[in-house]
Each structure stands twice: as structure tokens, then as C-alpha cells.
Nanobody, 118 residues
Framework: QVQLVESGGGLVQPGGSLRLSCTAS????????MGWYRQTPGKQRELVAQ???????YYAAAVKGRFTISRDDANNTVYLQMNSLKPEDTAVYYC????????????WGQGTQVTVSS
């Protein structure tokens, strides 16, 4: 029914950039806050960035100024532009759709691996 499909992950050198994409189906995309979370082994899943259906954005302190979240409602897609990447950014990144801004849930993608290493 509901699918969130991420793409764009991979291996990048420190200081490099990646652009993650998440395309949703099975939901009225324009009514959801869309976000990106990340998770590493032994740690809780962490909210990285979120954008409301009205365009308000939140960024975790660790990524503020380096990452940019955006959405394209016409194509049911949310992006995460990741610049100035650091090894600490290495994680599995998950796309998330939530009914309310700054809320966790309700739907998750399968995740895409981002590895920052020289």
C-alpha cells in the first residue's frame, strides 16, 4: 500500500556531497511532513531533518548548515542534499512520512547506506 523508496546513498569522501531522494506512493504526499532519519549500530534512530507540508524545516544541530531538505510535491519526492560530509555522518538513512511536523512516523522507507570515508 504505502511505499517510501530511497535512493542516492553510497560511498563518499569526507568533504564530499550526496543527494538522497525518497519517492512516496500510497499516501497523499502533500499532507505529510517528510523527514530523514539516520541510524548506526547501537544507537537510536535520529531525526536529521524534516520539512512540513507548508515548507517549514527542522535540522538536527549536527547537520545544520551542511544539509538541506526539500520537497517536490508534484513528484511525491523529498530530497536531502548533504554537503561537507563527515565520517560521523556515516549511517543508514531512512525516509519518513509523518502526519504532523516534528512527529515521528507514520511510514518508513527501507533505508539507504551512506558511508563517508577516505
Amino acid at each position: 500500500q504505502v511505499q517510501l523508496v530511497e535512493s542516492g546513498g553510497g560511498l563518499v569522501q569526507p568533504g564530499g556531497s550526496l543527494r538522497l531522494s525518497c519517492t512516496a506512493s500510497g499516501i497523499v504526499f502533500s499532507t505529510y511532513a517528510m523527514g530523514w532519519y539516520r541510524q548506526t549500530p547501537g544507537k537510536q534512530r535520529e531525526l536529521v531533518a524534516q520539512v512540513s507540508n507548508g515548507g517549514n524545516s527542522y535540522y538536527a544541530a549536527a547537520v545544520k548548515g551542511r544539509f538541506t531538505i526539500s520537497r517536490d510535491d508534484a513528484n511525491n519526492t523529498v530530497y536531502l542534499q548533504m554537503n561537507s560530509l563527515k565520517p560521523e555522518d556515516t549511517a543508514v538513512y531512512y525516509c519518513n512520512a509523518a502526519r504532523f511536523f516534528l512527529a515521528r512516523g507514520n511510514y518508513w522507507g527501507q533505508g539507504t547506506q551512506v558511508t563517508v570515508s577516505s
